[in-house]
């Protein structure tokens, strides 16, 4: 989030977000404060990513809780919550399970709602929380094209009667110094087809970051 600051001062437009927290890194308030106090600095460009994390060896270098996997869906789901009545007009107490917080006040209020999005294709837990909650969703693409996953959430959405439609669905693809533009663009083409209208990207193994953004740019280009 120190990171999100500096480059909400250093860009005017993009939007600001990432890919995404762990929610057992924070307590729910202080990830909603933090996420509404870069919202307002940067004139509204910040969301929230958020899953239920899965790097045990961190948590375990650092010293952090690493609940087993029913606990942490408990706990994304109810810091999803938290989140959500605090940038509300809701002072009210929030009484769950794993928090209770006696007065959800955040002030200043964002200026524009965060945009919340949620990592992970869990087709049981994840994406029924998506369809529940979630502006978008994140799929990882590095098998392919995850048709079968938006399958499934069209099916949790319309269990819980939401448009399908009115979640946007990204993906995630890696780099390497092996990457064509051919290459990737034909993954990007591949994945808008599919429905996907916004496709994020990491890199391994290449050490120029200028290398990473040429080939990006050089994708943009052709597709």
Avoid at 74 to 82: A, C, G, P, Y
Avoid at 196 to 213: D, M
């Amino acid at each position: 989030y120190a990171t999100l600051g500096f480059l909400a001062a250093h860009t005017q437009t993009a939007m600001l977000h990432v890919l995404v927290t762990g929610v057992i890194y924070r307590h729910p308030a202080l990830l909603a404060k933090q996420v509404s106090t870069l919202n307002v600095l940067s004139g509204g460009r910040v969301g929230l990513g958020i899953g239920a994390g899965w790097n045990e060896q961190e948590c375990v270098g650092l010293g952090f809780p690493f609940s087993p996997v029913a606990q942490r869906f408990r706990e994304l789901e109810e810091t999803i919550q938290i989140c959500r009545q605090m940038w509300s007009e809701s002072e009210e107490p929030y009484d769950g399970a794993i928090w209770q917080l006696g007065r959800t006040l955040n002030s200043p209020q964002n200026v524009t709602k965060p945009m919340l999005m949620i990592g992970g294709g869990g087709e049981k837990k994840t994406l029924k929380l998506v369809a529940q909650y979630a502006d978008a969703c994140n799929l990882s693409a590095l098998a392919g094209v995850p048709t079968g996953k938006l399958d499934v959430l069209r099916a949790h959405c319309d269990d819980v009667g939401r448009d399908y439609d009115t979640v946007e669905k990204t993906a995630m693809i890696g780099v390497n110094p092996e990457s064509t533009v051919d290459g990737v663009a034909g993954q990007v083409r591949a994945l808008g087809e599919a429905g996907f209208t916004t496709t994020y990207v990491f890199s391994v193994g290449i050490r120029q970051p200028e290398k990473v953004v040429d080939l990006i740019a050089g994708v943009a280009a052709r597709v």
